[in-house]
């Protein structure tokens, strides 16, 4: 994933958006980079890697480093970034966030166009560099954008610092990521998070449309090209990734958790899933809310039974190598031990995508006496890669659970009843949870439906990206 902030005011915008860009570490801990611009330096750039060090101190002298009425930063977990251009539209600092599944067919376009590229390690064209090749096709970047996201095939939200000091944001063409903007008596703001600009005393002043794209300076935001009518937001904000405080389309994280938990404990207690049970807890961190709804709507107590260690490592998916996931995963799990004992135990998690983590979180708990440990997933049983974001991307769907599961069953032939194994009413969806109870050690497992999760975000289910549980576009 990756988020980006900027802003253009009447004062020095350097330290409101390395703040503002640090309130989106969560998103992301492999490259930081801001950009500014003022009248006598023209575009400054400064970029650092922050896999071992937080964006926060890596970039806390950035003030003495770099100045300017209007500035960018972004965090990111692929390319560095941002990137100056300089082209026919003139010079400019360019960040991204999405995944250009596309990118080397796009590449071998330009360059037999007569085009040319400066590779990263490995070949590799920063994506950046890939759109502004695109953009700066055309005879002004909101045209240039448009083009650009129209070959992109993924995701592609651009926010583009100009050598007058205005700033350029994009919605990708669908809306599948947020991007807001910010007011304040001495200029806007534009960010992924909208808790990192009122956090900065900006108000909201606009969340953009689905490929809408606007020009914003210390005075004020002028539309450039109107967004569309067709909107596929990704479902994943809420359940899992998306900030506790955030709210997208008007809909807070925090508060869908809730209401998720309650739906999951309703079905739960007609179905009769819950008994015995002493406690309910959440896989932190992103579990824990759909766990408290779960807990109050049920009665059943909640309970913090382990802890997670997190003043080093914040989210067990952020190191880039599985087997470092899977270390850091199991070094921060902390037992209360008087919370454990002899005790049936009901955790929420977020999502259940490969299992490995979950597994061993499992076998953490009965080392340490646990009774009996069901699960429940915040969201449907994941069948697809995500195509679209840098979320749940698996180099072949069969390192999912749930897909390999199936195979295990049934054979490739039951990947054409995907349908039914993700419905936990049908015979073939109770084989798989049964599947996955007896892999993981589980006691009882369920998923929420997808019908539960649209109900709790509350958006139009034709507005929700949804392809990673059902694979429909």
């Given amino acids: ?44 750039r400064v970029i650092h890697n922050i896999e071992n060090s937080p964006f926060r101190t890596r970039f806390e002298s950035i003030s003495a480093e770099m100045s300017g009425f209007s500035a960018i930063g972004v965090i990111s977990d692929f390319d560095p970034q941002p990137l100056l251009i300089r082209s026919r539209l003139g010079a400019y600092a360019i960040c991204m966030i999405g995944v250009i599944n596309n990118a080397d067919a796009l ?24 759109l502004a090749s695109y953009i700066n096709q055309k005879d002004s970047f909101a045209e240039g954008i448009r083009y650009a996201q129209s070959r992109v095939e993924g995701t592609a939200s651009i926010l583009i610092l100009k050598e007058d000091g205005s700033l350029i944001a994009a919605r990708d063409r669908l809306g599948r990521l947020p991007v807001l903007v910010g007011r304040r008596d001495d200029g806007y703001c534009v960010s992924f998070e909208d808790f990192a600009y009122k956090k900065l005393e900006f108000e909201t002043c606009r969340e953009l449309g689905p490929g809408e794209i606007v020009e914003i300076t210390s005075d004020g935001v002028t539309q450039l090209l109107p967004p569309g009518e067709e909107m596929r937001i990704c479902s994943f904000l809420w359940t899992y990734y998306g900030y506790p405080t955030s709210a997208y389309e008007g809909v807070n994280v925090e508060m869908m958790r809730y209401i998720n938990g309650r739906i999951m404990a309703k079905r739960d207690a007609e179905l009769g899933n819950n008994e ?53 995963a199991k070094m921060k799990q902390i037992p209360v031990h008087e919370l454990i004992r002899g005790k049936s135990l009901l955790f929420v998690d977020d999502s259940i995508v490969r299992g490995t983590q979950l597994r061993e979180t499992v076998e953490f708990l009965y080392e340490n006496g646990a009774k009996a440990v069901h699960m429940r997933s915040a969201c449907p049983p994941i069948m697809y890669g995500c195509k679209y974001l840098n979320f749940s991307r698996a180099t072949s769907d069969m390192e999912l659970i749930a897909r390999r599961k199936i195979v295990q069953l049934e054979g490739e032939e039951g990947l054409a009843h995907i349908d039914e194994y993700a419905n936990g009413d049908t015979e073939r969806g109770k084989k798989l949870r049964q599947a996955i109870c007896e892999e993981l050690h589980l006691a009882s497992l369920e998923y929420q439906t997808l019908d539960g999760v649209i109900r709790a975000i509350g958006l139009p289910a034709e507005k929700l990206c949804t392809y990673c549980w059902n694979g429909r576009e």
């Avoid at 004062?11 to 950009?35: E, K, Q």
């Avoid at 590449?107 to 890939?130: P, Q």
């Avoid at 408290?292 to 802890?307: D, H, K, T, V, W």
Wanted: charged residues 15%; aromatic residues 12%.
């Fill in 1 to 44: 994933m990756g988020g980006f902030f900027g802003a253009a005011l009447k004062r020095d915008a350097v330290t409101d958006v390395f703040f503002g860009t640090d309130y989106h570490s969560h998103l992301g801990t492999r490259c930081g980079g801001m950009a500014a611009w003022n009248p006598e330096k023209g575009l400054q």
């Fill in 276 to 328: 015995g049970v002493d406690y309910v807890g959440g896989v932190p961190d992103s579990g824990t809310p759909h766990a408290i709804g779960y807990s109050n709507e049920s009665g059943l107590p909640f309970a913090r039974a382990f802890i997670k260690y997190t003043p080093t490592w914040s989210r067990s998916f952020m190191p880039t190598d599985q087997s470092q996931r899977n270390k850091v």
């Fill in 107 to 130: 590449i071998n376009e330009r360059v037999a166009a007569g085009g040319d590229f400066g590779a990263m390690t490995g070949g590799r064209v920063n994506a950046s560099v890939l």
